[in-house]
């Protein structure tokens, strides 16, 4: 055999392996994990699953050879159904990275088991900010807001507009303690005062007897550590109370655009609240919405949990491509080392105790002459710059932040 022949041989064998390589298909299997049928199911619920499917139907994921399959659950808003079903989707379908799970107690369980199995979690519906801080992983990524930014954008500014003193009436789980904690925080801060609190059971319906206490304090603001079905609740009710025509003033603390609608404006006008997506903020918002809308049906818009569920799969799909792998170490590692660059969400990055940085918006809630149309229902105030709407990773106290 001559060397021609050998060379030959040898460039073809390497040809060969060279195009098996490049039309082997990554496979990812993403699980969507969140309430379907509770007080959490407008803000998440099946619509953080279209939103899924959107991501991965954008990032053309199969042109790519990467391979996706979406599964969804309902969590129950219970820690225990969370962390197995979690387990059993990385132990038996071979789930790769697991995102969305609203309501902090479960996002905190799901938390522990997806390092446990060394798996990828990208949270957009939880809040408490010990994602990011003493429960901080490696495997962890807090996409869309927490109770930090929170209370540093509609705490401050609603202490800085006059409301000095305050009572919380405060969700009782991990949820409402953390964002209760980061608040009042901010309040004595900036020189005001907590006078009260009181915990209230999750998904409570009737909030007389905490309001009484609360306008029975004499507190300027009345704090809402709550969300979803409970401060739609809480804040119809003050109204029907005449609370806030007393004089005392209502802070929601953690508002999506799902319990605008809900409320009206005639209930919610003049509301302050602090979001990382609004539908109606630019062309790239609009687009996504409309389309959102159009999968959804019903004319329903998108919260910042829905947004934050597609912003976060890009993000990963991005990293899978450039390590051209599934592989969680490499991964993360490229999550954390590219800069975010999303049309929903604009620049920002994932900082080393798995914070994704990005601006935030303090918003104000329409009166009903002001409003245009159908789900025309914020103004803006004030756009926070991602290095301001965020804890610095290095007062964080997670322990995977170094120096």
Not at 6 to 16: D, E, G, P
Not at 59 to 80: E, M, T, W, Y
Not at 121 to 131: C, H, M, P, R
Not at 357 to 367: I, W
Request: aromatic share 8%; net charge negative.
């Amino acid at each position: 055999m001559t060397k021609r022949m050998l060379l030959s041989m040898a460039v073809a064998a390497t040809a060969l392996a060279t195009g098996h390589a490049a039309s082997a298909a990554t496979d990812v299997t993403i699980g969507v994990l969140n309430d379907m049928s509770g007080l959490y199911a407008d803000l998440s619920g099946q619509g953080s699953v279209v939103a899924a499917q959107m991501a991965v139907e954008d990032f053309k994921a199969k042109d790519k050879g990467i391979n996706v399959k979406i599964l969804s659950a309902d969590h129950q808003n219970k820690p225990d159904v969370g962390s197995n079903t979690a387990r059993r989707w990385i132990d038996e379908d071979g789930v790769d990275v697991i995102v969305d799970v609203p309501t902090s107690s479960v996002a905190l369980a799901v938390n522990e088991v997806v390092r446990e199995k060394n798996k990828i979690f990208i949270n957009s519906g939880a809040a408490t900010s010990d994602l990011t801080g003493s429960k901080c992983s490696p495997n962890t990524v807090h996409w869309t807001y927490d109770t930090w930014a929170l209370a540093h954008g509609t705490g401050l500014a609603t202490v800085q507009s006059g409301g000095k003193s305050w009572f919380f009436i405060t969700a009782d789980y991990a949820f409402g303690h953390a964002l209760e904690r980061d608040t009042a925080a901010v309040v004595k801060d900036a020189g005001g005062t907590v006078v009260g609190d009181v915990m209230v059971p999750l998904n409570t319906q009737d909030f007389s007897s905490y309001l009484l206490q609360a306008q029975g304090s004499g507190a300027q603001v009345i704090g809402l550590a709550n969300a979803g079905g409970d401060t739609i609740n809480s804040i119809k009710q003050a109204s029907e109370f005449g609370i806030t025509q007393a004089g005392q003033s209502l802070a929601g603390l953690l508002i999506f655009i799902t319990d605008i609608h809900s409320l009206g404006l005639q209930t919610a006008q003049g509301l302050l609240l602090t979001s990382a997506f609004y539908w109606d903020l630019n062309d790239q918002t609009r687009s996504f919405a409309k389309r959102f809308s159009e999968r959804v049906g019903g004319g329903k818009e998108p919260t910042m949990v829905h947004a934050g569920v597609y912003s976060g799969i890009m993000h990963y799909l991005k990293a899978v491509e450039a390590v051209g792998s599934d592989d969680t170490d490499k991964v993360m590692a490229k999550m954390k080392e590219m800069p975010i660059d999303d049309p929903l969400f604009g620049k920002g990055k994932v900082e080393a105790n798995g914070r994704a940085t990005h601006d935030m918006y303090l918003f104000r809630v329409k009166q009903p002459s002001q409003s245009k149309g159908p789900w025309d229902y914020y103004e803006l105030v004030q756009t926070i710059p991602a290095d301001k709407a965020f804890r610095p990773a290095g007062e964080s106290g997670c322990p995977l932040v170094k120096g």
